[in-house]
């Protein structure tokens, strides 16, 4: 299994098996961020991961209220922090 695969899987069990605040925490440690993690932007802005493009670089949605399939990509380096519920 690769540390991608292997942080998604932690990231699919958390808040079953794993607690998603600790699991959340690892994630912003080591920055690797899988598919489908919510993340808080440096600039106020949530954006939710879509895929991952190469070592730093994820394509990313908005979680904005206004509902609009803005699909941008960011650096890892704008990102605040992981957010967990």
Do not use: W
Request: net charge negative.
């Amino acid at each position: 299994m690769t540390s991608y695969a292997a942080i998604a899987e932690l990231t699919r069990v958390s808040g079953s098996m794993l607690d998603p605040r600790l699991v959340a925490r690892f994630i912003e440690v080591i920055r690797q961020f899988p598919i489908g993690t919510h993340i808080r932007t440096n600039n106020g802005g949530n954006v939710k991961i879509l895929a991952k493009i190469d070592e730093k670089k994820y394509q990313v949605t908005s979680l904005s209220a206004d509902n609009c399939d803005c699909r941008f990509v960011l650096n890892s380096d704008e990102f605040e922090g992981v957010i967990y519920e």
